[in-house]
Every structure is written in structure tokens, then in C-alpha cells.
């Protein structure tokens, strides 16, 4: 058992009890990514044993294989005969100021268009890099942010240290439960094959983290309803992510459209979102008029920068959190690079999804057991001070490449063409990871619980 796990057990509540990580190696990195990679997966699965050893009075078997762990933090999707869209827009990425570097984040369109009103409209990354040059790294990063876009100054762990934000996060816990009140009980309408079927989760997250998180749910039965707003979408990742998921679309500005969400969260077991802290609050779906709305939801949620201090309302993805928190910092220095050294996969969106999962398991668990209802909340930000917090070995080898037995047997017929899964790193005796459906588009489903 790693020190890295012992940290996520005691996070969720987990008992600190051993479970076995097969094959061996580590991805390339600073940081402890392939440890982290098996220990959230391992969080999730030994949640799931947990529910399952209430209900069922039977522990099953758990095991990790790490190198599966490691590739599915990459993607899990291969395509037979055609292409996934690219991850980023052309210009998305890091550049050099006057002072240091700093990352933009332009895949959405709006996030572009907020920073082409401060730098100027720019063909391509030539023209934004000589444009990025003329700006100091922090005034270019608030300059951004102010018009509503996402930009992330490189800072090192000490610097980060010693900012607002970064002690706020600081003082979080990994995964903050918050305990509600009671409500009637919840009957268990699972088996050890399928333990979350007949639990609906109300999906409103983007992305990677969360709906990583919801795609595990999936995999044990759930039904999990995606809902995005009309014109959202992120062609590069939702073949990864929307396996096993039913995706429509909603307009929480339109009468009609509030109405059918309400109905829809009246009837969920689980809701996951992933806005910005004042978001849903902004619509009039606060905390207190979702518990009005569904006195028995269970709700976990994520941000990218913590839920205190100055910056929790504040945009974010995965690769402006490594830079705001040192973590490309420490990439450059261990590589001896000249540019921001990342992580090779973006494990804070991937592990916090992990640990979403096993925090909405934990809260499921304990609906069914006592009744009582409860909330999670978690952060990228913090998510990265666990990695900081544990070095990696640093003497294992590389991970052995990829092959064709790595793939599984099915093919899944996505919109886009047939395509394999990789195998799934997570082995719980009886209870086999797999979705009911395959990978849709956004908008490809009407909104409506499958059982109403």
C-alpha cells in the first residue's frame, strides 16, 4: 500500500486496508502521476466494495492494474478507421511574456474571443506569441480573466505557497464532505453486477473531471443523464467521455426548459456539476433551492481552484492549475526544459473524476444505510497539493508500450465510427466495469429519466 493511497483512503473514509496494484513501471514525470493514476482508481473500486459489502454482506476482491490505470489517464478510446477531433484550439497553449510564461486556454469559443479582446484578433500561434510578448505575465493572466476568459501565469510551489489562493486551498481537504440532514430511506435496487442500477445521476459537468466521474457511475449501472446548454460542446474529448451516458441539452435561461430540469431533479438520486462556485446560484439553483427542489439529493461537486480564497469563482482547466501551482514549474527543473514541462496526461481532471466517483459512492452508501444525505466537494487545486505531497519512486522504468492485447473484444459503435476500449484497470471480483451504451454526441438524447 503507497503513502499516496493512504492519503485518499483517509480522505474518503476509507479503510486503510492493502489493495493490490499489478504490472509495473511509471509514466515519465516529476511527479508521482501513475501512483496517483492507480490510487484514485483503487478509491473508486474499494467504494464500491464498501456499498457492495452492505448490501450484499459480501467484500469482493479488488485490483489495480497500474499500467491500464496509467494509459486510461490518457484516453481509453481507440478508433478503428477514423480520428478524434484535436484536443486544442490552434492557439491554446503557453507562451513566452516579458516576465515568464503563461498559458492560454481558448478551446471554447467565448474563451477565445475573451482573449482576442485583450490581444488582438490572431491567425494562428505566431501572431498571439508576438502579441503575449509585449504583456507581463500577471497583468496579461488578470487582464483575461477579467474579460472572462481563462489564463494561467507560471508559478512555482513556493510562489504558490505564498498566494492568497494557494493557501486557501492549503487549509481544504481533499474531499470535503458536508453532512445535510436525514431523509426517507433509500431502497437498494442493485445487484453485485450492477450495483448503482436504478440510481439516476444528474450530470451538469464538462469536460474531463466530472464527467470522468460520471462515466465510472455508468460502468456500474447508473443512469447517468447529461445535460448541456444548447451551443456547448468539446468535440476533442466527448468520445472519451460520454460512454455509457444518455446526453441532451437544456436551456436554463428558457421557461420551459427550467421547468423540465426541475422535473428531472426532482427524480434524480445524484447530482454532479462542475461550474464555477456562484454558477447555478446565478441561475436560481443554489444549494438551498435544489434541497427544495430534492430533499433527498446527494450532491458532489468540483471546481478548479478551490472553494475559499480569492480565486474559487474563477475559470479553470487541469493544465492552468499545473501552471498556477508550480507543477509545470517543477516539470521544466526536473526536465532541464525551456519551456513549462506539464504532466504527460492531465491527471488532475482524471484523478479528481476518480475520487468524485468514490466521494458519490461513500455519500450513496451512506443514504442507504441511514437514510441521512449528504454533499462532497472537491478542487483540481487541491487535487495537485496531494501530488506535491508525495514524490514519486524515482527509480522505477517506463511503462511497457501499449499492444493489442491491451484492447478489449468489443467494439462499440460510436457516431463517429467503431472503435475498442482499452481494458479496464480496475478488477472487482463479480462486479465487472461496462456500459450499457455506447459513446453519443451532446444533444443526441431527450432529457428524461429512462424509468419515468
Not at 426548459?257 to 446560484?281: C, N, S, T, W
Not at 474559487?312 to 509545470?328: E, P, Y
Request: aromatic content about 6%; glycine content about 8%.
Amino acid at each position: 500500500m503507497t503513502d499516496l493511497l493512504s492519503s485518499v483512503q483517509a480522505a474518503l473514509g476509507l479503510p486503510h486496508t492493502p489493495i493490490a496494484l499489478t504490472s509495473e513501471g511509471a509514466l515519465p514525470s516529476a511527479f508521482a502521476v501513475t501512483e496517483l493514476a492507480s490510487a484514485s482508481i483503487a478509491a473508486a473500486g474499494q467504494a464500491t466494495a464498501g456499498l457492495l459489502l452492505e448490501q450484499t454482506g459480501r467484500l469482493p476482491g479488488l485490483s489495480v492494474d497500474r499500467r491500464l490505470a496509467s494509459f486510461w489517464f490518457a484516453t481509453s478510446l481507440r478508433p478503428l478507421g477514423w480520428r478524434v477531433p484535436p484536443l486544442w484550439d490552434p492557439v491554446a497553449g503557453d507562451y513566452p511574456s516579458q516576465d515568464g510564461w503563461i498559458r492560454l486556454h481558448t478551446n471554447a469559443p467565448h474563451h477565445r474571443q475573451a482573449a482576442e479582446r485583450v490581444l488582438g484578433q490572431a491567425a494562428d500561434r505566431a501572431a498571439m506569441a508576438a502579441r503575449v510578448a509585449q504583456w507581463k505575465a500577471h497583468d496579461l493572466e488578470q487582464a483575461v480573466v477579467e474579460a472572462g476568459g481563462c489564463a494561467a501565469q507560471m508559478r512555482s510551489w513556493n510562489e504558490w505557497q505564498a498566494h492568497p489562493q494557494g493557501q486557501a486551498v492549503n487549509a481544504e481537504p481533499l474531499v470535503h464532505f458536508l453532512s445535510r440532514h436525514g431523509d426517507t430511506a433509500l431502497p437498494w435496487r442493485g445487484s453485485p453486477a450492477r450495483p448503482l442500477a436504478g440510481i439516476g445521476v444528474l450530470d451538469l459537468t464538462r469536460v474531463l473531471a466530472g464527467p470522468i466521474a460520471s462515466r465510472f457511475l455508468a460502468g456500474l449501472g447508473a443512469d447517468v443523464l447529461r445535460i448541456d446548454p444548447p451551443h456547448w460542446n468539446e468535440p476533442g474529448v466527448v468520445p472519451e467521455v460520454t460512454l455509457g451516458k444518455r446526453c441532451a441539452r437544456l436551456n436554463l435561461h428558457d421557461a420551459a426548459d427550467r421547468q423540465v430540469f426541475e422535473h428531472l431533479l426532482a427524480h434524480a438520486d445524484l447530482l454532479l456539476h462542475g461550474y464555477r462556485a456562484d454558477a447555478l446560484e446565478r441561475l436560481g439553483y443554489g444549494a438551498a433551492e435544489r434541497q427544495r427542489l430534492a430533499p433527498g439529493l446527494i450532491d458532489v461537486s468540483l471546481n478548479a481552484y478551490g472553494w475559499s480564497g480569492p480565486w474559487q469563482k474563477r475559470r479553470g482547466f487541469d493544465s492552468l492549475v499545473q501552471m498556477s501551482c508550480g507543477i509545470a514549474e517543477a516539470g521544466q527543473r526536473w526536465q532541464q526544459a525551456d519551456k513549462p514541462w506539464p504532466l504527460p496526461v492531465q491527471a488532475l481532471d482524471h484523478a479528481t473524476g476518480y475520487l468524485m466517483a468514490a466521494a458519490a459512492i461513500r455519500l450513496l452508501a451512506e443514504r442507504l444505510k441511514t437514510a441521512a444525505v449528504g454533499s462532497a466537494r472537491l478542487s483540481l487545486a487541491r487535487t495537485a497539493k496531494l501530488l506535491f505531497e508525495h514524490a514519486p519512486d524515482g527509480t522505477e522504468a517506463a511503462l511497457r508500450a501499449e499492444d493489442p492485447d491491451d484492447q478489449g473484444l468489443l467494439v462499440e459503435q460510436t457516431p463517429w465510427g467503431p472503435a475498442h476500449r482499452l481494458r479496464v484497470p480496475l478488477h472487482l471480483s463479480g462486479t465487472p466495469l461496462q456500459w450499457d451504451l455506447p459513446a453519443s454526441d451532446l444533444g443526441a438524447h431527450r432529457p428524461q429519466w429512462q424509468a419515468l
